[in-house]
């Protein structure tokens, strides 16, 4: 069940923060930096996404119970909103929104590398959805934390070897691989749309 549950955690936080993909964006926000500055923003980013998905992670549920919002709509919903990011994955316009968002800055170790590039809404959502499966489970949830430490330093060594990713993939290859990750990332969308809607009681 663990094994289970880590492989499925694991392939969507990699497809939805999409280490690969980010990593051309790093190389061209940090260009003008140092080898040991780009080091220096890569670890703080990775750190305020880490902690930014771990609060939405653990409190994300508490939050929207206290808002009124229920797992089972919030499933469907956050399916739904991970199925359009697939789209947008699917068609290439992902990757446009996501130059659009970078900003050259001294420091984009916050903004725009942490948020909302790793730690993004789609990221959130994931975290919420997550865990609030394994709700009561200690150990399913300790799962989905490991987990999501393992794709923040895959993040990492992406951004040290992003330079050496882009020569090696070209865009073209980089656009292949997350048009890849969309099919996947729509199929398990449309699993917490169907969680949900089974959570309801209108599913068989």
Known sequence: MEIELAVTAFVALFVIIDPIGLSPLFVALTQDNTKAERRAIAIRACLVGLGILAIFGLVGEKVLSTIGIGMPAFRISGGLLLFLTALEMLFGKR?????NQVEQAPDP???????????????MTTMILLTGQQSGNITGQVVVFGVMVSVLLLVFIMFMAGNLIEKLLGKTGINLITRLFGMFLAALSVQFVIDGIRDIGLGG
Do not use: D, K, N, T
């Open 109 to 123: 170790s916050v903004f725009p590398i942490a948020m909302p590039l790793i730690a993004g809404p789609g990221a």
């Open 95 to 99: 990757a446009q929104r996501r130059e």
